[in-house]
């Protein structure tokens, strides 16, 4: 047996001595036609090769793994919660288009029906109008006209008629009969009947109202008016049963931008005086809509802090997650640096 020991040296003369030994035995075969063993062992020799063998830093590579999944998450979220915003802006301003479109139709519907019942009233009942047009001071005719109108509209304040010039020939014998609702009569009989509907705030003590009129043939062969005040308790409903959270339903005047005519009783108090919206708020009217056969547009109104709440939320949802995956990272990480050391 042949023992070959190849010790302290590097790489390179390694293998030259194995090439030396392979030699050797080849000439001890031929030579002495005899087999060897020959054993090789290294010494304790280490190899140092930056090519072959590069063993990077685990508390470097640690880093970039956390980096980079940091950077990942963040971007995911970040895409999470603008789609998010995205989606809420969206939703809102159509949930604001739905509940006008609706309320409007309602409103439309409401308005035509009682409109349609006072022209029947007007028409069925000319013989006591033309009675009450004669004989203005008579109490007793007054009432049963009165008791008629109270059996057909349960939710009338008043009403009178006007003759052809639009004078009015009762006062009311209640003084519900305001100066502004006597200048509504004056413009409508001038008009032929164009904008028939109107509404007042009411004075000191009266329910706000809606006035309604329609025409009639006098006694003398011309066209009258008879007018009728009702509540505005219906319309306020439609408007509160259309409304949707976070949102402010309401009946603006066409001819004064601004002017508040009917909002849900909910949303009362939380107009400005005299029910005028402020430049601010129109600005942030997100739906309009007109009311066919009246003065009326109807508008939705966010609340002041429907949007940046929601915001606000989402970002500290998305905040909080990628904290919370922060901090799942470092404990990682301080576990993997514990294993290593």
Known sequence: MISVVL?????????????????????????????????????????????????KDPRKLANEL????????????????TTRITNFNDSQLQLAEHSVKAAASEVELYIRGYQRAVD???????????????WPQDMELYSELKEKIDRFFPDNLTFTIAGSQGKTLLEGFEG????????????????????????HQGLEGVWPHIDIMTHWQ??????????????????????????????????????MPGKVDVTS???????????????????R?????????TVWDAVILPHNHLYSDAHRTILVQTFLVFLG??????????????ADS
Not at 38 to 44: A, D, F, M
Not at 120 to 134: G, H, M, P, Q, T
Not at 176 to 199: N, P, W, Y
């Open 7 to 55: 010790d302290n040296c590097n790489d390179n003369k390694r293998n030259a001595g194995l090439l030396v030994v392979d030699r050797a035995l080849l000439h001890l075969h031929t030579e002495k036609k005899q087999t060897a063993i020959v054993t090789i062992r290294w010494g304790p020799v280490i190899m140092q090769d930056n090519v072959v063998q590069k063993i």
């Open 66 to 81: 956390i980096l980079v999944s940091l950077v990942m998450v963040g971007l995911l979220l970040v895409w999470n919660a």
């Open 120 to 134: 029947i009233f007007a028409e069925e009942n000319r013989f006591y109008l033309s009675n009450v047009e004669l």
């Open 176 to 199: 519900l009969v305001g100066q502004a609702c006597k200048r509504d009569i004056e413009a409508f009989s001038a008009s032929q009947g164009d904008h028939s509907v109107h509404k």
């Open 218 to 255: 006098t006694t003398d062969s011309g066209t009258g008016v008879f007018f009728i005040s009702i509540k505005t308790g219906r319309l306020e409903e439609i408007l509160k049963n259309a409304e949707v959270i976070g949102h402010r339903l309401m009946l603006l005047n066409q001819e």
């Open 265 to 283: 009783s909910e949303n009362q108090e939380m107009l400005l005086a005299g029910n005028q919206l402020s430049p601010v708020e129109m600005q």
């Open 285 to 293: 009217i997100s739906h309009s809509l007109p009311v066919p056969g």
């Open 325 to 338: 995956f922060l901090i799942v990272s470092v404990i990682m990480r301080m576990i993997l640096l514990d």
